[in-house]
């Protein structure tokens, strides 16, 4: 399957984007998909992901209460909504996929994908 993330941009502080992880060459709703983020001079981090099977979502603490995911089964793409921005979301935004399901309360990191996007880039102002 190949990805595309979309949607990234300039926004202020305390505003909302939405960023789309748009898939081909697969069923996207067989995959689980997940949303990192890289900051300059700071490792890739994760950032939220949904299970293929849908019903288990996992945050990561610093986005927990402000973003969101969704699935378009239509569209064939996983959204990342993101609300209340901060400065500190500012990072190039990637999303990833898997065939493998985790449980609750599991925190899949990169290693757990296999296909990735290239990411696109979201800009908080202050």
């Known amino acids: 399957v190949q990805l595309q993330a979309s949607g990234g941009g300039l926004v202020q502080a305390g505003g909302s984007l939405r960023l789309s992880c748009a898939a081909s060459?697969?069923?996207?709703?067989?995959?689980?998909v997940g949303w990192f983020r890289q900051s300059p001079g700071k490792e890739r981090e994760f950032v939220g992901a949904t299970v293929s099977s849908g019903g288990i979502t996992a945050f990561a603490d610093s986005v927990k209460g402000r973003f969101t995911i969704s699935r378009g089964y239509a569209k064939n793409a996983v959204d990342l909504l993101m609300n209340t921005l901060k400065p500190e979301d500012t990072a190039v935004y990637y999303c990833?996929?898997?065939?493998?399901?985790?449980?609750?309360?599991?925190?899949?990191?990169?290693?757990?994908?296999?296909?990735w996007g290239l990411g696109t880039l979201v800009t908080v102002s202050s």
């Open positions: 990833a996929a898997t065939r493998r399901r985790f449980s609750s309360g599991y925190l899949p990191n990169q290693d757990y994908f296999e296909y």
């Open positions: 060459g697969g069923t996207f709703s067989l995959y689980t």
